[in-house]
C-alpha cells in the first residue's frame, strides 16, 4: 500500500490538502460519465485526483486528472489534454468550473509535517500545522474556522499516549482490515460549537 495523492481545494489564498469530509465524497467522476480505471498507480487507487476550488462562495470542481480506458471525451465543455504514457495519468481537464453541491464540512491541511509520514492511504488532519474547516450548504461556503490550534492540541495528545512504532504503522491490538479502512478514510466528525 502506498501514501495517496492528497486531493486538494483552493480557499482564500491558500492551497490545501483535504484531509476531511464529514458527509460522504465530494464527487465521483462517474457524475460526468466518466468511469476511472482503478488501481493503475498505488498512490491513487481511486483513478482520478480532483482540485476544487471556492469561487464567489461556490465550490467547484476545477481541474480533475484521470485514467481511463480508450479516447476521453469532452466533458462540460471541457476538451482534455491527452496525457503522454509517461505522465501519472491518461487526462487532464484543466477550467471545469463545474458546481459541486455538497452538504458538510472539509477540513483543509496544509504544512505537513513531514516525521509524521506513514507510507499508507490519506494522511490525517493532525498531520499537518494549519487546518481550515469549511462549511457548506448545497454547494454554498456558509463558514469556515481555522482549527489549527484545536488540531495542535489533538497532536500533542496523540504524540503523547502513543508509541513510536504505532505512529508509523499499525497499533498491535489493530486488526489489518480496520487499519487499512481507517487509512483510507477522509471521515470527521467536530464536536458541536458551545
Known sequence: MTAQFPHTIAHGTGLWDIVGLSAGDLFHPSELGLEPVYGRN???????????????????LQDLHIYVRGEPPVVAGVTPRRLPTTEMFDAHYEGLHYRINYTGGILGGAG?????????????????SRVVELLFNAGELTQAHDRSRAIAEHRAHVLSTTSRDALHGMAPDTRL????EQ???LTYEWPEEE
Not at 177 to 180: F, G, M, T
Open 42 to 60: 498505488t498512490a491513487c487507487w481511486d483513478g482520478y485526483l480532483p482540485s476544487y476550488e471556492v469561487r464567489n462562495g461556490i465550490l467547484e
Open 112 to 128: 505537513f509535517i513531514q516525521e509524521l509520514y506513514v507510507h499508507m492511504g490519506y494522511h490525517p488532519a493532525w498531520k499537518y
Open 177 to 180: 482490515d480496520a487499519w487499512i
Open 183 to 185: 487509512a483510507f478514510s
